[in-house]
T-cell receptor
Framework: AQSVSQHNHHVILSEAASLELGCNYS??????LFWYVQYPGQHLQLLLK??????LVKGIKGFEAEFIKSKFSFNLRKPSVQWSDTAEYFC??????????FGRGTSLIVHP | DGGITQSPKYLFRKEGQNVTLSCEQN?????MYWYRQDPGQGLRLIYY???????QKGDIAEGYSVSREKKESFPLTVTSAQKNPTAFYLC??????????FGPGTRLLVL
């Protein structure tokens, strides 16, 4: 079965710090990769996704993620976080026609 | 304004009671999903449906049931067999590009 690991469960940063959240998956074949974000009191929503092509994908609000096939990773990055980035972040992996598998999530708190 | 609606926002269940959580979408999506969200455990799939009148068990289906009689609706029943029902329940649908769209959630509490 597919598994998705998000190693950082809780991250606390000051504003303007750089962010990198890890996401690793277990399946070695073709996958579709997603990052979703859940801001306090809001719906879970798509941040960015990768299906094929350029392994560096850009999403909303200055976020980007890099797919490294050899490392089975899809880490999320942002050069300079803002207080408004405080949220829970979920990585998801979809293999073929299977239902997406979600990681356990990372709670990010950004101090103003 | 298209999207997913879930009701109620909060639901209280008594011991031995079945309760039903509503999920409606007007996005014309074929696929719909129910997830359970617990702190530190992420989203766990309860049931999913890829087309009307068909649904499949997810990873934690025991104690839950669903129906998919209409494309727009995918209600979830939490039965008395579910021994630990207190959680946040999320409904979602997905578009042909496989992006999932989530509802606002229902928080279920046991009295």
């Amino acid at each position: 079965a597919q598994s998705v690991s998000q190693h950082n469960h809780h991250v606390i940063l000051s504003e303007a710090a750089s962010l990198e959240l890890g996401c690793n998956y277990s399946y070695g074949g073709t996958v579709n990769l997603f990052w979703y974000v859940q801001y306090p009191g809001q719906h879970l929503q798509l941040l960015l996704k990768y299906f094929s092509g350029d392994p560096l994908v850009k999403g909303i609000k200055g976020f980007e993620a890099e797919f490294i096939k050899s490392k089975f990773s899809f880490n999320l990055r942002k050069p300079s976080v803002q207080w408004s980035d405080t949220a829970e972040y979920f990585c998801a992996v979809k293999r073929g026609s299977y239902i997406p598998t979600f990681g356990r999530g990372t709670s990010l708190i950004v101090h103003p | 304004d298209g999207g997913i609606t879930q009701s109620p926002k909060y639901l209280f269940r008594k011991e031995g009671q079945n309760v039903t959580l509503s999920c409606e979408q007007n996005l014309n999506h074929d696929a719909m999903y129910w997830y359970r969200q617990d702190p530190g455990q992420g989203l766990r799939l309860i049931y999913y449906s890829q087309i009307v009148n068909d649904f499949q068990k997810g990873d934690i289906a025991e104690g839950y049931s669903v129906s998919r009689e209409k494309k727009e609706s995918f209600p979830l029943t939490v039965t008395s067999a579910q021994k630990n029902p207190t959680a946040f329940y999320l409904c979602a649908s997905s578009d042909p590009g496989e992006t999932q769209y989530f509802g606002p959630g229902t928080r279920l509490l046991v009295l």
